[in-house]
């Protein structure tokens, strides 16, 4: 059975700092590219922080992040991780981790993939 799982969120107060974790389960963790994306309450889905996979591991990210969040994997334990720091109230969100069977394309302002797997999310509320 294929599984993503996130983890790490919380209840933090705005400059501090979580980190996330997506883990996963019943496919070949390396081949694949991974983001994080979120949804924050009445707004749309946002894509924030991509990794590829097979090997190349080129990171992005959104306007919005860069300079704050960084992605990694470990491939070994089959898992993703966000670090999130200097986190701000508009960070409040539900935080998901997606599988891509291709890289990260970026056209039309955003990156896209081929997306294969994605998890059930993680809440992410920053106090002010």
């Known amino acids: 059975e294929v599984q993503l799982v996130e983890s790490g969120g919380g209840l933090v107060q705005a400059g501090g700092s979580l980190r996330l974790s997506c883990s996963a389960s019943?496919?070949?963790?390396?081949?694949?590219?991974i983001g994080w994306f979120r949804q924050a309450p009445g707004k749309e889905r946002e894509g924030i922080a991509f990794?590829?996979?097979?090997?190349?591991?080129?990171?992005y990210y959104g306007d919005s992040v860069q300079g704050r969040f960084t992605i990694s994997r470990d491939n070994a334990r089959s898992t993703a991780y966000l670090q999130m720091s200097g986190l701000k109230p508009a960070d409040l969100a539900i935080y998901y981790c997606?599988?891509?069977?291709?890289?990260?394309?970026?056209?039309?302002?955003?990156?896209?993939?081929?997306?294969?797997?994605w998890g059930q999310g993680t809440q992410v509320t920053v106090s002010s």
């Open positions: 997606e599988a891509a069977s291709a890289g990260w394309v970026y056209f039309g302002g955003k990156y896209h993939g081929d997306i294969a797997y």
């Open positions: 019943g496919f070949t963790f390396g081949r694949y590219a």
């Open positions: 990794i590829n996979g097979g090997g190349d591991d080129n990171t």
